[in-house]
C-alpha cells in the first residue's frame, strides 16, 4: 500500500545538537511538506518542495533545514538554533498541483522533545 | 493569512448536528478539510474549489461561499467515530502555492 512514512515516532534531542527527521513516500508525489503541530496553535509549514533539488520556505523555517535531493524523501532537521523544537512534526505530499486543488496525504508524525 | 475556525470546541451527543465555521481575510481559491484523531495524522476529508460548491463525505458535507471567504462544515446525525479535531486549510487565490491552516475545532461526541 502506498503512502508516507515518517522515523522515528519519538525523538529526544539535547542542547546544541542537531536531529533529523525522516519522511519517505511511495505515492509518487511531487510536491512535500512539512508542518509543525503545537497544542492549540493547528499545523505552520515549515518548508515545502514541489520539485526534486528545489524547495521553499514557509512561515516558520528558521532554526530548520531541508534536503530534496530524491522525489521520495524530504528529510528535516531541526538545528541547534531552534531553541524551542519540542512539537508535533507532520510530513505531507501531494499530487502534481500543488496544495491549492490536490488533497495532502500525511505521515503519522514524529514527536520532538528535549532532554 | 491564517484562517478563523470556530468555535474552538463542541460537545455533542450521539445523533445530534454540529456545523464548524472556517473564515478568511484573503481571497481564496480553495478551502480544505481535515479530520485529526488524537496522536494521529490529519485525514483528509473534501476539498471546495468553487464558490457556492458543497461536497459530502458519508454524513459530513461542506460549503464555501466564496465572496464572503468563508466555509462550513456540516456534521450531521454524529456518530461517535467523528469525534476529533476539525482543520479547514486554506489556498490563497494569488500567492503560496500552500495551504494555512486554522487552528482546529475539537468536536466530542458522546453516548
Known amino acids: 500500500d502506498g503512502g508516507i512514512t515518517q522515523s522515528p515516532k519519538y525523538l529526544f534531542r539535547k542542547e546544541g545538537q542537531n536531529v533529523t527527521l525522516s519522511c519517505e513516500q511511495n505515492l509518487n508525489h511531487d510536491a512535500m511538506y512539512w508542518y509543525r503541530q503545537d497544542p492549540g496553535q493547528g499545523l505552520r509549514l515549515i518548508y515545502y518542495s514541489q520539485i526534486v533539488n528545489d524547495f521553499q520556505k514557509g512561515d516558520i523555517a528558521e532554526g530548520y533545514s531541508v534536503s530534496r535531493e530524491k522525489k521520495e524523501s524530504f528529510p528535516l532537521t531541526v538545528t541547534s538554533a531552534q531553541k524551542n523544537p519540542t512539537a508535533f512534526y507532520l510530513c505531507?505530499?501531494?499530487?502534481?498541483?500543488?496544495?491549492?486543488?490536490?488533497?495532502?496525504?500525511f505521515g503519522d508524525g514524529t514527536r520532538l522533545s528535549i532532554l | 493569512q491564517q484562517p478563523v475556525q470556530s468555535p474552538q470546541a463542541v460537545i455533542l451527543r450521539e445523533g445530534e448536528d454540529a456545523v464548524i465555521n472556517c473564515s478568511s481575510s484573503k481571497a481564496l481559491y480553495s478551502v480544505h478539510w481535515y479530520r485529526q484523531k488524537h496522536g494521529e495524522a490529519p485525514v483528509f476529508l473534501m476539498i471546495?474549489?468553487?464558490?457556492?460548491e458543497q461536497k459530502g463525505h458519508e454524513k459530513i458535507s461542506a460549503s464555501f461561499n466564496e465572496k464572503k471567504q468563508q466555509s462550513s462544515l456540516y456534521l450531521t446525525a454524529s456518530q461517535l467515530s467523528y469525534s476529533g479535531t476539525y482543520f479547514c486549510?486554506?489556498?490563497?487565490?494569488?500567492?503560496?502555492?500552500?495551504?494555512?491552516f486554522g487552528t482546529g475545532t475539537r468536536l466530542t461526541v458522546i453516548p
Open positions: 486549510g486554506t489556498a490563497p487565490r494569488t500567492g503560496a502555492n500552500n495551504l494555512f
Open positions: 505531507a505530499s501531494s499530487p502534481v498541483g500543488g496544495a491549492n486543488n490536490q488533497p495532502q496525504h
Open positions: 471546495l474549489l468553487k464558490g457556492g
